[in-house]
Nanobody, 123 residues
């Protein structure tokens, strides 16, 4: 089992920045690919970013590419999502997820999920 706890969400104006954190506990964090997904009200959960278990590979959704950066610190069992140039359409609950497989854009590949943290971007 892997337990994931997100933090860092909040209210920010358009153009601002936030950094989300996801702290993991349980099994060896470095064995897992990690990802961030998000879900806006009335919409399906969508992929945002993923990072391989060593951090050597990252991949982003087109909607966040160039604005968001995913990173991880395996010594701290934490994955981050640095978000810049935020837009109102980035408003969503952001979830981190862990997969024992390769990094993927597919939610079904992730076995463990956090409870989510709310990000609200005002215009």
């Amino acid at each position: 089992q892997v337990q994931l706890v997100e933090s860092g969400g909040g209210l920010v104006q358009a153009g601002g920045s936030l950094r989300l954190s996801c702290a993991a506990s349980g099994r060896t964090f470095s064995n897992y690919a990690m990802a961030w997904f998000r879900q806006a009200p009335g919409k399906k959960r969508e992929f945002a970013a993923t990072i391989s278990w060593r951090g050597g590979s990252t991949y982003y959704a087109d909607s966040v590419k160039g604005r968001f950066t995913i990173s991880r610190d395996n010594a701290k069992n934490t994955v981050y999502l640095q978000m810049t140039s935020l837009k109102p359409e980035d408003t969503a609950v952001y979830y981190c997820a862990a997969s024992p497989l390769v990094a993927s854009v597919t939610a079904g590949e992730y076995a463990y999920w956090g409870q989510g943290t709310q990000v609200t971007v005002s215009s």
